[in-house]
């Protein structure tokens, strides 16, 4: 039995689906029943409960064999971060009631810094939070995600693609959503290990090849298009963050594009992604064609 947090979102719904393709038995922790019925009807062990809640958490842990931990994201956070140094307490008090034999925690690249990572720097408190366990501790130092690209089915036939991304030549660190379940599958059912390990994921891409990526599913030629760094404020009010609160967010690009989400930390190990933009893309594609 290993413990999947966050199933119902895109890294721990890809976690569950390749833990449970390998037959193991898989257990959730859920706030909403109906929202993950389709993992109960895949024969999920769900458990009442969420990530503000220590006591629900230990009893998820109970007798599993591994278990997988991550924040749930927030674009919006608080000046110091209470919302997430909250929850990786409680992931903490829980762990020491009912210790895993193993940890896999999502990471980010860049989680190795502690200033200037805008929201990822909740990450970073994370590694830092799970530092002194003593158990089996492996961080998955995830790079952005191509499907944070799928705006461009709507967008991109008009053939550019809006990017944050700035020199849009350079390369930074990406991976599939696909290939980050499938690596924290791999550990925890995988060769077991001592102390604590860093996996950087991903292949380094640069906008302008999702872009050509795009153009190739599309069939249409599609150029990357960097925002101006002054509209940027005014795009993410547009997805939704408060008036005010978008530096996290903004802060987050600027350390990308000043190289923070390269490869090559010391003391890491590299996974390269198996699933290309254009896969991620194509598949949308269908889908939204079906």
């Known amino acids: 039995m290993f413990l999947v947090m966050g199933i119902t979102g895109k890294v721990g719904g890809a976690t569950a689906k390749h833990l449970l393709a390998q037959g193991k038995e898989v257990r959730a922790l859920v706030r909403n029943r109906e929202k993950a019925a389709k993992w109960a009807d895949e024969g999920v062990q769900l458990v009442d409960g969420d990530w503000n809640d220590p006591v629900a958490i230990a009893m998820a842990l109970k007798h599993v064999e591994g278990a997988f931990f991550m924040l749930p994201p927030v674009w919006a956070p608080s000046p110091d971060y ?5 929850v990786i307490a409680n992931y903490l008090d829980a762990l ?8 896999v925690a999502l990471s980010s690249m860049g989680a190795n810094r502690t200033s200037g990572l805008g929201i990822i720097t909740a990450l970073s408190l994370l590694e830092q939070g799970f530092r002194d366990l003593k158990l089996p501790t492996a961080y998955v130092r995830a790079g952005a995600f191509f499907e944070n690209f799928l705006y461009g089915l709507h967008v991109a036939q008009g053939g550019t693609l809006p990017v944050y991304y700035n020199p849009t030549d350079r390369k930074s660190t990406m991976v599939a959503t696909n290939d980050i379940g499938a690596e924290i599958a791999a550990l925890l059912t995988g060769p077991g290990w001592l102390k604590h390990r860093i996996i950087e994921l991903g292949s380094m891409v640069s906008a302008d090849e999702i872009a050509a990526q795009w153009g190739e599913v599309l069939k249409v030629d599609v150029k990357a298009l ?14 939704g963050i408060p008036k005010g609160q978008t530096g996290p967010a903004e802060a987050m690009y ?13 003391g890491t190990e590299h996974v390269r992604g198996a699933t290309s933009a254009r896969d991620v893309f194509s598949a949308a594609q269908q889908a939204a064609t079906a």
Do not use: Y
């Not at 209470?82 to 909250?86: H, Q």
């Not at 002054?230 to 795009?235: L, P, T, V």
């Not at 600027?254 to 010391?266: E, K, P, Q, T």
């Open 82 to 86: 209470t919302e997430a140094k909250a």
């Open 96 to 103: 020491a009631q009912a210790a895993p034999p193993r940890v």
């Open 254 to 266: 600027d350390a990308v594009n000043s190289g923070c989400m390269d490869l090559g930390v010391a």
């Open 226 to 239: 960097p925002i101006p760094r002054a509209d940027w404020s005014a795009a993410f009010e547009q997805f």
